[in-house]
């Protein structure tokens, strides 16, 4: 009898302790739609959405956060492009090429990276890449480019946690169909094992671009901040999330409004990455 | 001159002798069935004859298999051409994720075979050696992994005969199957006897004595008989395979 009472307090602790998780993202979700939304809706959905000037400080003021936008997207781009080709790769590695040895020293050494702090690689990237990047292409060497790049170490280990577990998940019997046909070690993993683990790799791309369109303390050190639409590589750029960080602090009235307009057009973009991973999960599971 | 000669062969896993100096030939175009109960190394051996032991970790060998007269284990073999000639059929089936044609493309892809039209020849003999074409072929692009189970495995059967090979080697491959299902691969392993040599592992005597020329009776890692299917089930020498096929045992 007392376990049973005991049962039904454990119960309650459990659910309790869920609805916290819950009850936070919703409070998030209110306080930020009911700071930003109603300064979107005075200023214009599409001037703020496509409006190129961001000049809070000129009159009258221009909130137009189309560049910021634009320098998401490109950072992004850029951390997938850098980022996935060597992260599945790794995780290939990792999963069916490695022997022992080596695994048990490069898989904690992965954990590692996905453990440091995102200013850690900032600076890393301030004091080693921008100066290599500034004796290549001229400037600052603050640039889409150099963001691109660290922004593309620093999803590794997302990515390369998920696809070599979804690699691994692959049966064993797939293998041994393959090479019982006489196919070699490196054509059996190609052609079979990749293409049956590609919802968990997409899966773990997708986690890695909310990563790096998330970032923030990282990027702001070695993207240039430049609220402008960049048209080239080599120029700086300013993200959604370093546009609130660098101007939070001394903002206010309709400045203020609209940077948590910004982070409203931020939590979109990651509800959006969020339903598609659900999406593509489900289809999998099919 | 058999196809196949097991020489003095023997198996460990680590410590543990799976099989125990086995010896065995099997001729050409012949159908031999492996009997026994479970556990008592009819897969090892079969997984030993186109070496997809080398997968198994801490498994080592000593003894020979001859393949034509030529030692499979012998240092300057390539497994992958060993495995192109002695094609393997798992006990659950295990087509791969795509569709019905790919899968049956696979291997001849895998060796170098990438002509469309020589490619759909392949595909349409081998799902019609596998009985299995007139049941697939309004729908070559359907992923193989929605078909029923007994489908599934005569599409792994016309994949392994997709690359044409020499022997056939079939690891129970009906167990996780109706019995419909069963009955149409007992009798298409009959229609492939005229072209290849098969050995097939079953616990199931019934079948054995159905389909096959040749029956080898295991027990703990030997092989305590080997004769005429027709012979072993009707006048049995040894006690123990009377035992195990009068069901006495196992
Ligand atoms: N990978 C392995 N590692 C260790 N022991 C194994 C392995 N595979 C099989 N065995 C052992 O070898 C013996 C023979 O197994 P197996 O050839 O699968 O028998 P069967 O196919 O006749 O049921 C069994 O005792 C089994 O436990
Ligand atoms: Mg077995």
């Known amino acids: 009898m007392k376990s049973k009472s005991f049962e039904g307090f454990m119960k309650i602790v459990f659910i309790i302790c869920a609805a916290t998780s819950i009850l936070a993202i919703l409070l998030i979700c209110y306080f930020i739609f009911s700071g930003g939304v109603p300064f979107i809706m005075e200023y214009g959905l599409k001037n703020f959405l496509f409006g190129n000037k961001w000049a809070p400080s000129h009159s009258p003021q221009a909130f137009g956060i189309l560049p910021m936008i634009v320098g998401s997207l490109l950072v992004t781009l850029g951390a997938i492009i850098i980022g996935v080709p060597i992260g599945v790769l790794t995780a290939t590695y990792l999963a069916k090429f490695s022997n022992k040895k080596i695994y048990r020293f490069l898989k904690p050494s992965i954990n590692l990276m996905a453990g440091i702090p995102s200013i850690v690689y900032g600076f890393f990237a301030l004091v080693v890449v921008v100066p290599v990047m500034r004796n290549l292409v001229g400037g ?67 986690l890695g671009i909310g990563r790096a369109i998330g970032e923030t303390m990282a990027v702001i050190l070695v993207a240039g901040n430049q609220p402008r639409i960049p048209s080239s590589l080599t120029q700086g750029v300013r993200t959604l999330t370093t546009n609130i960080v660098l101007e939070m602090g001394y903002a206010a009235e309709a400045h203020r409004e609209a940077l948590i307009a910004t982070a409203v057009v931020l939590f979109v973009f990651i509800l959006l990455i969020n339903g598609i991973f659900l999406i593509i999960k489900r289809r999998a599971m099919n | 001159m058999s196809k196949l000669s097991i020489r003095n062969f023997n198996l460990y896993y680590d410590d543990f002798h799976a099989l125990k100096d086995i010896n ?71 087509p791969f994720p795509m569709s019905i044609y790919d899968n049956i493309a696979y291997g001849p892809r895998t060796h170098n075979i990438n002509n469309k039209a020589r490619l759909d020849e392949i595909v349409e003999k081998s799902l019609r050696g596998a009985a299995i074409w007139d049941e697939v072929k309004d729908d070559l692009k359907k992923n193989a992994l929605r078909l029923s189970g007994g489908q599934q495995q005569r599409i792994c059967i016309a994949r392994a005969l997709a690359v044409e090979p020499e022997i056939l080697l079939m690891d129970e491959p009906t167990s996780a199957l109706d019995p419909i299902s069963t009955s149409k691969i007992e009798s298409l392993v009959q229609e492939l006897k005229d072209k290849y040599t098969i050995i097939i592992v079953t616990h199931n005597m019934q079948q054995a004595t159905r389909v096959s020329d040749k029956t080898a009776f295991f027990l703990s890692g030997e092989v305590i008989e080997f004769n005429d299917t027709d012979t072993l089930f009707s006048i049995p020498k040894d006690k123990r395979t009377e035992d195990y096929i009068t069901g006495r045992f196992g």
């Open chain 2, 24 to 94: 065995m030939e099997i001729g050409e175009k012949e159908i031999t069935a492996f009997i026994g109960p479970s556990g008592c190394g009819k897969s090892s051996l079969l997984k030993s004859l186109n070496r997809m032991n080398d997968l198994v970790e801490g498994c080592s060998i000593n003894g020979e298999v001859l393949l034509d007269g030529k030692n499979i284990y012998d240092k300057d073999v390539d497994v992958n051409t060993l495995r192109k000639r002695i094609g393997m059929v798992f006990q659950k089936p295990n």
């Open chain 1, 140 to 206: 600052t060497g603050m640039n889409i480019i150099t963001a691109s790049l660290l922004l593309g170490i620093m999803i590794l280990p997302t990515i390369i946690g998920l696809s070599e577990s979804s690699i691994r998940s692959v049966p064993e019997s797939y293998y041994e169909g393959s090479v019982g046909l006489g196919a070699s070690h490196e054509r059996a993993v190609m052609t079979v094992i990749l293409p049956a683990a590609k919802s968990g790799i997409i899966s773990s791309v997708i």
